[in-house]
């Protein structure tokens, strides 16, 4: 009986999943795989808020698997010597896995494919499974990727993408193979404490219900902050719980401007994935060096502690940074506006701000984070990278009653209005009564330096 194995890693489903179809296409039995490699822990992306939704997301795929038949075998250690380790006892002929684009993940590949040829097996890695259009598929040209967003929209919304595969009916794993047990969201500490439910049927039952209830507003709407009517779908696309490919399909039939701005966002998620593939390096390294001074010292740590802690003084940078301690999860419009204090306000590293956001991000990946934060930065792909945001105009433009602060910040709780952006502006008693911080810097002030740290722009 012919056995092929699919490997599993940040396609975490059994809906438009091409590497179990074509397994299933090759073969009689098929052993879906999962290893907890711990080379992940040791990059420092085993943060907890992951693993509870990954541990999520594992057992929801297990009982997709077993409404079909089968099962997901679960094995810990290094992944290439554990598929090798499976093919062998299960006399397998392939193995299926989703293409990636960090260096991780082609230094995987690479390592998997010798190991298996070796063995006299094959690998097959199929595209067009995380992104919706493949990296390297749409190219400028003269180069390797898009370095500017809009042209890389354009071609990309022209490419024709590939239609939804249904979740398969059956699928039959051999008998007897060794699994270790799930994890359990329960084993991992220091998860945020409304942190969401991961796996692909509460991601599927999301989308749905987005889609009928948010949608035909996003366009107007997905930079409100109180109203949050942003889909939330980050996480179940960082694990592949929702096809990104699915999730085209279904706004573009659902039609309307909203739709098309919500599908332009899952452009941008392709458009950092793609410069990431070609640009491994700027998961760390400035992607367009602004030789910026940044801040060091014991005056800047200070700054970074209360930035993390929301304690700032701005009140809507620290209501996006208390939302994301306590969900796991931060609005897009609080992302921007935090990353650009942090970067151009305070002047401190992105890469100090990355690495605390990948710490607490439950959809926090390489591309994503890394290219956001350096499009932030002004280090990255923005095409007018001296651009600061003003945390205060922010404020009255995308919280413009005060709603979002009044709910993160408690402290200001008693503050009405617009008059909640700017405690400071209170006189006497009423802003001695306040248990909230001074301002850390003075905008104005801040923004001289910027100007003068990046030669007067």
Not at 192 to 203: D, H, M, Q, R
Not at 206 to 228: S, V
Not at 336 to 343: E, G, I
Request: hydrophobic share 40%; charged share 25%.
């Amino acid at each position: 009986m012919t056995v092929s194995v699919v490997l599993y890693t940040s396609d975490l489903r059994v809906h438009d999943h091409p590497p179990l179809r074509a397994a299933l296409e090759g073969a009689e039995e098929v052993v879906p795989v999962f290893v907890r490699d711990p080379a992940v822990d040791r990059a420092g992306f085993a943060a907890p808020n992951r693993l509870a939704f990954l541990a999520d997301c594992l057992a929801d795929l297990d009982r997709g698997l077993a409404e079909r038949g089968g099962r997901l075998v679960v094995r810990e250690g290094d992944t290439v010597s554990e598929v090798l380790d499976l093919v062998r006892r299960t006399e397998a002929d392939e193995v299926h896995m989703a293409a990636g684009v960090t260096a991780f993940a082609a230094a995987r590949e690479a390592r998997l494919r010798k190991a298996l040829e070796n063995d006299g097996r094959r690998l097959y890695v199929h595209d067009g499974v995380v992104t919706v259009v493949p990296p390297g598929d749409v190219l400028p040209q003269g180069s390797d990727h898009f370095a500017v967003f809009t042209p890389y929209h354009r071609r990309w919304a022209a490419e024709p993408i590939r239609t939804p595969l249904a979740a398969p009916r059956a699928v039959r794993v051999p008998a007897g193979v060794r699994s270790a047990p799930l994890p359990r969201r329960a084993a991992v500490a220091d998860v945020s404490p409304a942190l969401a439910v991961g796996g692909e049927s509460e991601g599927r039952a999301r989308l749905g219900a987005w889609l009928a209830a948010h949608a035909d507003a996003y366009e107007e709407r997905h930079d409100d902050l109180a109203g949050d009517v942003t889909s939330r779908l980050s996480p179940y696309l960082h694990f592949g719980a929702v096809s990104a490919t699915e999730a085209v399909h279904r706004a573009n039939r659902r039609g309307g401007a909203g739709a098309a701005a919500f599908v332009r966002q899952l452009c941008w998620r392709d458009f950092h994935h793609q410069v990431l593939a070609a640009r491994p390096s700027a998961a760390g390294a400035d992607y367009r060096p602004r030789h910026d001074r940044w801040r060091r010292g014991a005056d800047a740590e200070a700054d970074l502690a209360a930035w993390r802690e929301g304690r700032t003084g701005y009140p809507v940078v620290d209501a996006a940074m208390r939302q994301l301690a306590h969900e796991g999860w931060m609005h897009n419009r609080g992302r921007l506006l935090t990353a650009s204090f942090l970067t151009k306000t305070l002047r401190i590293d992105w890469r100090e701000g990355a690495r605390h956001f990948l710490g607490l991000l439950v959809d926090g990946d390489v591309a994503n984070n890394q290219l956001n934060w350096q499009w932030a930065a002004g280090t990255g792909t923005d095409t007018r990278p001296n651009r600061v945001l003003n945390p205060v105009r922010q404020a009255r433009r995308y919280d413009p009653d005060g709603a979002y602060v009044r709910r993160w910040v408690p402290e200001l709780a008693g503050l009405d209005g617009p008059a909640v952006h700017e405690p400071w502006r209170l006189v006497g008693l009423d802003r001695a009564s306040l248990d909230y911080p001074e301002p850390l810097v003075d905008l104005a002030e801040a923004l001289e330096r910027f100007r003068a740290d990046r030669g007067g722009a």
